[in-house]
Nanobody, 120 residues
């Protein structure tokens, strides 16, 4: 299972750190990703991190968000800085057996999501 947490209400310009804990002992064998879905919009890619710690970011978050993972804790993180109202969404973590990808279709297991609300 994947358990995402850390969401909340923050003012524009503020910061949040999301966590995604995996109960699977095979965590280290998967590439991991963060996606988000705003009301009325499709789920979109935010960031991904490979087993070897290579990272990939959506242009909209590059320079503001940082993805990382701690394999000893089976946990992935998303540090979000300089948040904007357009970052408001439910954020999901997911795992993939493929290389770093931006398409949700290659992620085969998803967490339940955590809500991030950024007020202006």
């Amino acid at each position: 299972q994947l358990q995402a947490s850390g969401g909340g209400l923050v003012q524009a310009g503020g910061s949040l750190r999301l966590s995604c804990v995996s109960s699977a002992q095979t965590f280290t064998t998967y590439n991991m990703g963060w996606f988000r879905q705003a009301p009325g919009k499709q789920r979109e890619f935010v960031a991904a991190i490979s087993r070897s710690l290579t990272t990939l970011y959506a242009d909209s978050v590059k320079g503001r968000f940082t993805i990382s993972r701690d394999n000893a804790k089976n946990t992935m993180y998303l540090e979000m800085n300089n948040l904007k109202p357009e970052d408001t969404a439910v954020y999901y973590c997911a795992r993939s057996s493929y290389g770093l990808r931006t398409s949700p279709g290659v992620y085969d297991f998803w967490g339940q999501g955590t809500l991030v609300t950024v007020s202006s």
